[in-house]
């Protein structure tokens, strides 16, 4: 704006004056542009002078320049303008510092000038007759728009500097926060080549005020330079260094004695604020204060009245003892370091408990010791075998390291401390602890981060250390484990030892590379179940769901590989359905940018998904969906044919877990056959491929669980029915075994199929299976006694008599004791089965003559059937001891695996067996669990156990024994029962001369 004053000549030829005041204007006002510091002010002065430069030009258009006065008056003005042009050139060319430290001097000299300026443009005013009211309007009001301040930080930075001489601070911490204060005021980097190059220019400027003879400010300022040179920003290692040795090797070996003066007469002691009377004596501070709050009116010393308001700091003295404390520990850091370093242990420890007490007082002191080189000496000391000095080398480098970046970076680097510190880790819990601190206190630097995590072990013992029982500790631990945690290959080795705190922060911030390092970190972690979902609890869901339909695919990529990894845990399983990870994986199958061995990694996790739902509970809001419409479970089924084994392994897994849902298993069973699915699962059944064979007969075997028997009569043939038996002969896998033999157990109950399986051998493939695993509780066992059901049918003698031949009914008795409830009720079928056979095919007794009647009288009768019997030829359950295991059953809490034991020892009391049947169920102790069975909540069981009982209590033995404790049952069913069970009841009641024949009952 201001080079817009001059670019049009003047109209008035008689305006040179107006012209070379404008022109100064402009010079001011590009002077005021490069002034370092008051950047406001100077910005104010300028749009000052800028609107008396444009009315000036203004002015120039009338005819008023003739006027003496006036032009007399614009000549000042210019003058004042001059002034202001020197005062900005000269802050241009001044040092930061210095113009900082004039700031008031500079905001009085600008507000001296704006107010003489105005004055001026008053005359001009009342000089300008042909001057519109407009413009002397304007003239007249520049002065009252243009101000001038010191900023508070500029205040507050002046009034520090004004105390720091006031109380002679030699502090360096104090110098260090004043430079920092001015630097950032002023705009100056805190690096030290910066800060020194602007405290070299303050000393020039402090030269020229010297060369100007203007004693006061040059006093002024050399006593700021004295204040600001203790500040370490703007003196370098070396020159500290050679400033201090040079005061050491000049104060000799002796310790001085101290003054009598440094003595406080109150307290005895050497003073550390001491503080001067009006009658000239000296006391601690401290020490006369508490004297006159006691109530004492004058001077201990002089008697003299004596009050608080009395006391003024006694600065010389002070300086004094500093100087003289200063001096004397100097001395005594120096003949430490020969006494540490002496052979003595005891010596040694006693100098460095002193070292770390003065260690522990002001930085300068610290920084003594470290220009002393104690740092590699107290390094050394960390491979003592004495703990003791370990310990106190710990506690005194901690010390050295306090707000010193470069003590840091020198006790890791140069000295390379970090692994000896380490070690320290393992060690007692106080020296562990000391090391944690030290190692907390130089983590503060970003080198020694870099450095820290590199040293084998250390992010391990932190780790270890952060979960252990001391609270303090394992705060320490946490804290420097937080500091490392800014390197990606720290977090990821923490996530390794499964520390995931910081993992799990980086993998949910913003920054998309350090969220991509932290997923692949999740990946290639060796984790355990009980870390895999505390990293889901934790929050790593989320984030990995939005990689997952990220349009990124290296988004997408490490999102599925960490979810295949997380996802083996059934509740991270459920959770991740709940959170909706089912549809984007689903929609990835069927993507064209996928790769195949992406899509098995998909396949993988919708199978854990799917494993995940076994067992879930809807009625106590387990239950999530997953694949269930008909839409869903078409497409995903018909990857099967489309793709290469991995993904069809995972696919038919999938489906094998969805139907064993208790939810919906029923209605994916019933889409799959719907589908046809049957008719690929037979073909898949023929494959070479031995794991996609095992997974489609397992899937085969669910969806024989509930199937009508036309679809299987369709398409299970007597090829495939071939195929299935010798996959049963040959297998390894004892699951494939148990799905075939399940197969077999649930496949259409038709002779037709029934002949194909024993023409392929499965009968005795079934046998086989039986008897080598007949000691185990295995669903292979489960399944075979199952299936056996169908060759011991009684329309099939000959397969029956093949069966007991075999040697199969002692293997089933032994399962009534060691097999499952599903297995102890296909056994007890299996023997009802048997038994019922058992009368027409024992061999009767024959009275006469021959060698054959000589024979049999000597074979034992069976109480049973009173005739001769075997297991193998009659198939008897008393010669196969099957009585008493079938009563156990009963006693059993699994309803059909009693009911199935009922039923077979009923087949021992029918007709003629009466009564030997009766006796033969007392002896296995079977009647009393089934008087009880009355009393059961199954409406069948009751029903049975009652009719059993009505037989039983026709014998009169077992009517006098057992009679009674069937009395309250039996009245409860008359009572509560159905009419036919009411009947029954009351007839056994009759038996037991309970109620009379006569009764309404009947």
């Known amino acids: 704006m201001a080079s817009n004053l001059c670019i049009e000549p003047f109209p008035n030829p008689d305006s ?37 430069g444009l009315i000036l030009k203004d002015l120039s258009r009338f005819e008023v320049m003739r006027n003496e006065s006036l032009i007399s008056a614009v000549e000042t003005l ?27 001097k500079i905001v009085k000299c600008l507000e001296a000038n704006t107010r003489e300026i105005s004055r001026i443009l008053g005359i001009v005013t009342s000089c300008s007759e042909n001057v519109s009211s407009e413009t002397t309007d304007q003239l007249r009001g520049l002065g009252n728009d243009c101000t001038f ?110 003054l009598q003066s440094f003595y406080c007469p109150i307290t005895g002691d050497i003073m550390m604020d001491p503080v001067e009377t009006t009658s000239g004596q000296t006391f601690e501070k401290e020490a006369i204060e508490k004297w006159l709050v006691e109530g004492n009116h004058f001077c201990p010393l002089t008697k003299t009245p004596l009050s608080k308001s009395d006391l003024r700091p006694n600065k010389t003295l002070r300086q004094s003892i500093e100087e003289w404390r200063n001096r004397n520990k100097i001395i005594t850091i120096a003949s430490l370091k020969r006494r540490i370093q002496m052979s003595d242990e005891s010596e040694t420890l006693v100098s460095l408990e002193t070292l770390l007490e003065i260690c522990q007082g002001n930085e300068l002191q610290r920084e003594w010791i470290i220009m002393e080189n104690f740092t590699p000496i107290l390094i050394n000391i960390l491979f003592s075998p004495n703990q003791e000095s370990r310990r106190c080398s710990l506690s005194i480098l901690r010390n050295l390291a306090k707000e010193n970046d470069e003590s840091k970076e020198r006790i890791a680097s140069e000295y390379k401390a970090i692994e000896p510190i380490v070690r320290c880790l393992a060690r007692k819990p106080e020296e562990s602890k000391c090391a944690l601190q030290l190692l907390l206190e130089l983590c503060k630097s970003n080198v020694v981060r870099d450095l820290a995590g590199r040293v084998q072990g250390c992010i391990l013992l932190l780790v270890t250390i952060s979960n252990s029982d001391d609270t303090e500790a394992a705060e320490y631990a946490e804290k420097i484990l937080e500091t490392l945690s800014f390197l990606d290959q720290n977090v990821i080795q923490m996530a390794r030892l499964n520390y995931f705190r910081p993992l799990l922060q980086h993998l949910c911030s913003d920054q998309g590379s350090a969220q991509i390092a932290m997923a692949k970190a999740l990946t290639d972690a060796q984790l355990s179940d009980q870390s895999k979902l505390c990293l889901l609890k934790g929050g790593a869901l989320n984030p990995l769901l939005k990689f997952l339909c990220h349009s990124d695919m290296e988004m997408k990529v490490v999102a599925i590989e960490a979810l295949l990894n997380l996802s ?21 199958l069927f993507c064209d940018a996928v790769s195949p061995l992406l899509c098995e990694k998909v396949a993988a996790i919708l199978m854990h998904l799917s494993l995940s739902r076994i067992g879930e509970d809807a009625n106590n809001g387990g239950y999530v969906p997953f694949l269930e419409s008909q839409e869903q479970i078409f497409k995903l089924f018909s990857l099967v044919s489309l793709s290469g084994s991995e993904v069809q392994q ?44 095992a997974n489609a007969v397992k899937l085969f075997y669910c969806l024989t669980e509930d199937g009508d028997d036309s679809t299987f009569s369709q398409h299970v043939n007597d090829k495939c029915i071939g195929t299935l038996v010798g996959i049963m002969k040959t297998s390894d896998e004892e699951e494939e075994i148990a799905a075939i033999l399940g197969i077999i157990s649930n496949l259409p ?28 509780r295995t669903e292979i066992v489960e399944n075979a006694t199952a299936a056996l059901c169908r060759f011991a049918l009684p329309v099939h003698p000959e397969w029956q008599k093949e069966v007991a031949e075999a040697g199969a009914i002692p293997v089933l008795v032994n399962l009534l004791e060691s097999g499952n409830s599903l297995t102890k009720k296909h056994v007890a079928i299996l023997l009802k089965q048997f038994s019922e056979r058992s009368s027409g095919l024992s061999t009767p007794v024959r009275q006469g003559w021959g060698l054959v009647c000589c024979f049999s009288s000597n074979l034992p009768r069976c109480p049973l059937h009173s005739g001769y019997c075997t297991i193998e030829s009659s198939y008897c359950l008393l010669e196969a001891n099957a009585p008493r295991p079938l009563a156990k059953v009963l006693e059993e809490p699994d309803g059909e695996a009693c009911e199935a034991s ?37 409406s069948r069981l009751q029903e049975k156990a009652l009719r059993a009982s009505e037989k039983i209590f026709r014998v009169l033995e077992l009517k006098q024994k057992y009679g009674s404790s069937a009395q309250m049952p039996l009245v409860e069913i008359t009572q509560k029962g159905s009419g036919e069970m009411k009947s029954l009841a009351a007839r056994v009641l009759s038996h037991l001369k309970l109620l009379p024949e006569q009764s309404s009952f009947f």
């Open 149 to 258: 301040q010191v900023s508070v930080e500029e205040a507050e930075i002046l009034e520090k500097i004004e105390l720091g001489i006031r109380e002679r601070n030699t502090d360096r911490s104090y110098a260090n926060d004043l430079l920092s204060r001015i630097a950032g005021a002023v705009g100056i980097l805190t690096f030290h080549s910066e800060l020194k190059k602007e405290f070299e220019d303050f000393r020039r400027d402090l030269k020229s005020i010297r060369d100007r003879k203007d004693v006061a400010e040059a006093l002024r300022m050399e006593q700021i330079v004295r204040l600001l040179g203790n500040a370490d920003m703007i003196t370098s290692t070396e020159e500290k260094e050679k400033k201090y040795l040079t005061k050491r090797n000049s104060l000799g070996r002796q310790l001085v004695e101290p």
């Open 902 to 938: 009922l039923d077979a020892l009923l087949t021992l009391i029918e007709g003629e067996q009466l009564q030997n049947g009766c006796k033969v169920l007392a002896e296995a102790k079977a009647i009393t669990p089934i008087i009880k069975l009355l009393s059961s909540d199954s």
């Open 16 to 52: 040179g004056i107006l012209c070379e005041t404008i022109k100064v204007i402009c010079e001011t006002i590009d002077a005021a542009s490069f002034v370092p510091v008051q950047k406001e002010n100077f910005k104010r002065l300028s749009t000052f002078l800028e609107r008396i």
């Open 749 to 776: 109950q038709e002779s037709r199929m029934s002949l194909h399986l024993h023409e392929a051998g499965a009968l005795q493939a079934i046998l086989d299976c039986l008897n080598d695993h007949a000691s185990k």
């Open 78 to 104: 210019k003058l004042e303008i001059e002034v202001i042009k020197e005062l900005s050139l000269g802050c241009r060319n001044s040092s930061k510092i210095y113009l900082l430290l004039n700031c008031l």
């Open 568 to 588: 083996t845990v059934a509740q991270n399983g459920l959770m991740m359905i709940k959170e909706g990870a089912v549809e984007p994986l689903f929609e990835l």
């Open 650 to 693: 995972s696919i038919l897994h999938t489906f094998c877990a969805m139907c064993q849902s208790p939810v919906s298993g029923y209605n994916v069973r019933t889409r799959l056959r719907k589908i046809c699915a049957v008719k690929v699962l037979v073909h898949l059944c023929e494959l070479d491929n031995c794991k996609v064979r």
